[in-house]
């Protein structure tokens, strides 16, 4: 990795820090900061945008809604491989931002053996030794770190195809609709878990926090890390915290029941929940 990479990332870090910060409340943790956030949106927007012209290319006749968005056919085949180019760029600066927490380990090995329970959510909370990332995580990671090398060698063949053989480009067609199409998977995945399937997790790429609660649910390991607590031992206390508050709730629901039918005026706010 040259110093002139490593400087130009460092000065983005510190740059996007100036422009913008992060609150974190009470209870919340600092899960992406300002840097992480910017690379993660331009990337994912850039990827849409590659996407959506690819389409428009790949079919112009299935797909001819789609060029008009870009100033029609010409204007979409001249733009395309720019996004293209532009994604592989700056998720380049993500992969250095993130090389380190997406290392592969033990535990992403055992989180892989259980990946059916995951996706049912049969348990509740993730093992223990689940990190920063877990298995799926670190999965579709290097899944875009291989796609977004194929589609930048690809790319470059079919770019400049008066230059390489006709055979070489052909099967670059065919190798960049395949990473094209995985790519895709795994992006229709990935917002599914960042929304629906997780709520809180989607707050981590706006506002750049968790709450403690999905920290010690999803990452219980990191949440170890970063706050030197037992995730199991904070999970059951605050089970047993919203236990007692549901039976003060229900204790009180069944006293204003007795006051209504006794003609009383009970309290007016129920206890705290």
Not at 238 to 265: H, P, V
Request: no cysteine.
């Amino acid at each position: 990795m040259s110093t002139s990479v490593e400087r130009f990332d460092e000065d983005a870090r510190r740059e996007a820090s100036r422009h913008g910060r992060t609150v974190v409340h009470r209870g919340e943790l600092l899960r992406h900061p300002v840097y992480t956030r910017v690379l993660h949106w331009s990337v994912a927007i850039l990827f849409v945008l590659s996407l959506l012209s690819g389409f428009g290319i790949y079919s112009a006749w299935l797909f001819r809604w789609l060029t008009p968005l870009f100033g029609g056919g010409p204007v979409t085949r001249f733009l395309h491989p720019w996004f293209g180019l532009a994604f592989d760029i700056l998720f380049f600066f993500q992969f250095l931002n993130w090389f380190v927490p997406m290392t592969w380990t033990k535990a992403d090995s055992r989180w892989t053996r259980r990946v059916k329970e995951y996706a049912s959510n049969k348990e509740k909370l993730e093992p223990e030794d689940v990190g920063f990332f877990n298995g799926g995580q670190k999965l579709y990671f290097w899944a875009i770190v291989i796609s977004g090398l194929l589609f930048l060698v690809t790319g470059l063949l079919m770019w400049f195809d008066d230059a390489v053989p006709r055979w070489l480009v052909a099967v670059s067609y065919v190798v960049h609709d395949i990473a094209a199409l995985v790519m895709l998977a795994g992006f229709i995945i990935h917002v599914y878990e960042g929304t629906a399937a997780q709520p809180g997790t989607f707050q981590s790429m706006t506002d750049g926090t968790v709450s403690e609660e999905w920290a010690w649910t999803h990452h219980p390991a990191w949440y170890r890390d970063v706050t030197g607590r037992d995730p199991r031992e904070d999970f059951e206390h605050a089970r047993r915290r919203q236990g007692a508050r549901a039976r003060a709730l229900e204790s009180w629901e069944l006293e204003q029941d007795a006051r209504e039918r006794a003609g009383e005026i009970g309290p007016a706010e129920p206890p705290e929940r």
